[in-house]
């Protein structure tokens, strides 16, 4: 199929899929994804807690602007996306406050105890918690922003690996499975394969770099009460939260990996059973089952979302890191207005994101 399109957007994970949603209706949009379903990859893969006080100060703002979107998205459209769920950081007094900003603030130990009763109370010194936190539906967020982009009149093609790019004089001639599409702008959103993205379209690459992260949903002996807050080590050894009758916990690992579709290792999951059952007496008797995703980000480690300062027309929209879902409506109304030229709600964040030459 030959296509011409404003803006083509590659990758139909959140972060692509937020921005068709964002710039449907306002230019002609289309968005091609490698598989043969949206969001396969990491964006099928996270814990889904967005977490206000989690990353640096910008990843804090468009977290913040990310809740607002959210929230209003809610009302205006009947959904049920966001549900209370704070976050709780646990670990010495020193790896607590150097991880504590923003949002979260010092409980006492007692405190920390008396909100998650499986905690063994010589496994921490300190903790801290963001009761602002909240667990996200992220299957109806995709499927949400996968309608409103096709009710727009945009285009989503599955089973659409781009292949070649080319850059022309007004844009780009672009392969992507069997299709020929022709657009001004070429947006890159293509998590792991950001970087193999560029090299396609012969632009520089940004240094992006995935990080798998493992994590699985465990049966237990007995159960977290409703309300427990998701509970993470501050020192990255672990989280857990409650999912189901059981949990979802992770051994928080970062080990760079080539792009690819990840999957779990056995000696992962057997250091995960034993911090877990050193620092709780949730007494897991099965692994139900387990995932591995890629978390990719840059060197600086905030998100690279704009224009590249070399190859007209190609927009950067990659760098998410473990922070894609709780910035993905920040980051694409951010880059919905660096595309159409508009001022956007935080115009500050442009230039620290901006990518780098
Ligand atoms: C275990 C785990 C837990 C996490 N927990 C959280 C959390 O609680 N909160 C949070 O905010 N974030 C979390 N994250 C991070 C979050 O999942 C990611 O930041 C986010 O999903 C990245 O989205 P993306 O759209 O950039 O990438 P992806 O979802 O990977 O999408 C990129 C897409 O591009 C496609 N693609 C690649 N190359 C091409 C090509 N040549 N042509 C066409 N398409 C192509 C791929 O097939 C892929 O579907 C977690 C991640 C992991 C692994």
Redo the contacts with the bound molecule.
């Keep these: 199929m030959a296509l011409n399109a404003d803006v083509l957007i590659?990758?139909?994970?959140?972060?692509?899929?937020?921005l068709a949603s964002r710039l449907a209706g306002h230019c002609t949009v289309v968005l091609?994804?490698?598989?043969q379903e949206?969001?396969?990859?990491?964006?099928?893969?996270?814990?889904?807690?967005?977490?206000p006080s989690?990353g640096p100060p910008e990843v804090q703002q468009l977290?913040d602007r990310t809740l607002e979107l959210l929230r209003t998205a809610e009302v205006d459209h009947h959904l049920r996306l966001l549900t209370p769920r704070s976050f709780m950081l646990i670990g010495s007094e020193q790896d607590v406050a150097e991880r504590s900003s923003g949002a979260m603030t010092a409980i006492s130990h007692q405190e920390a105890l008396s909100l998650c009763r499986q905690l063994r109370p010589e496994a921490f010194a300190a903790a801290g918690i963001d009761t602002t936190s909240v667990g996200?539906d992220?299957a109806a967020l995709i499927a949400h922003h996968r309608q409103a982009t096709l009710t727009a009149g945009a285009t989503i093609l599955t089973g659409?690996?781009?292949?070649s790019a080319q850059q022309l004089k007004n844009g780009w001639n672009v392969g992507?499975g069997a299709h020929a599409i022709h657009s001004t702008v070429l947006v890159n959103?293509?998590?792991?394969?950001?970087d193999?993205?560029a090299v396609?379209s012969g632009a520089e690459t940004q240094g992006l770099r995935p990080y798998?992260?493992?994590?699985a949903v465990v049966g237990m002996s007995g159960e977290l009460a409703p309300g427990t807050p998701m509970v993470a080590a501050a020192d990255d050894s672990f989280y857990f939260r409650r999912e189901g009758a059981g949990a979802l916990i992770?051994p928080c690992e970062s080990v760079p990996s080539v792009?690819e579709d990840?999957q779990p290792v056995a000696a992962d999951l057997e250091v995960l059973l034993q911090r877990i059952t050193e620092a709780t007496t949730l007494g897991i008797t099965s692994i139900d089952r387990a995932?591995?995703?890629?978390?990719?980000s840059t060197k600086a480690g905030l998100p690279v979302v704009g224009f590249d300062p070399e190859a007209a027309g190609f927009f950067w929209?990659?760098?998410?890191?473990?922070?894609?879902?709780?910035?993905?409506s920040g980051i694409a109304e951010l880059a919905a207005a660096l595309i159409l030229g508009e001022e956007s709600t935080i115009p500050s964040l442009a230039d620290p994101l901006r990518p780098t030459r």
Excluded: D, M, N
Aim: aromatic residues 8%; positive net charge; without cysteine.
């Design positions: 590659v990758g139909g994970g959140i972060a692509g899929l937020s091609v994804e490698a598989e949206l969001a396969y990859h990491a964006s099928s893969r996270s814990a889904r807690q967005l977490i989690y977290t996200l992220s659409a690996k781009v292949h992507a959103a293509a998590g792991a394969w950001a193999e993205v396609i798998r992260r493992t994590a992770s792009p990840a995932w591995t995703g890629l978390r990719t929209l990659a760098g998410q890191g473990g922070y894609g879902f709780q910035t993905s």
